[in-house]
């Protein structure tokens, strides 16, 4: 179950940090609560 949520947090940090030209602002906005989402 940890390695599924590490491979799909992955995979969105990756576009976070090589973001496709034709993202937008709306995008960030929709990923940026996932701290919230993730128990620490």
Not at 13 to 34: G, W
């Amino acid at each position: 179950m940890r390695n599924d949520w590490d491979l799909l947090f992955q995979s969105l940090f990756d576009e976070l940090l090589n973001p496709p030209t034709s993202v937008d602002n709306q995008d960030a906005e929709v990923i940026a609560p996932i701290d919230e989402v993730i128990p620490q």
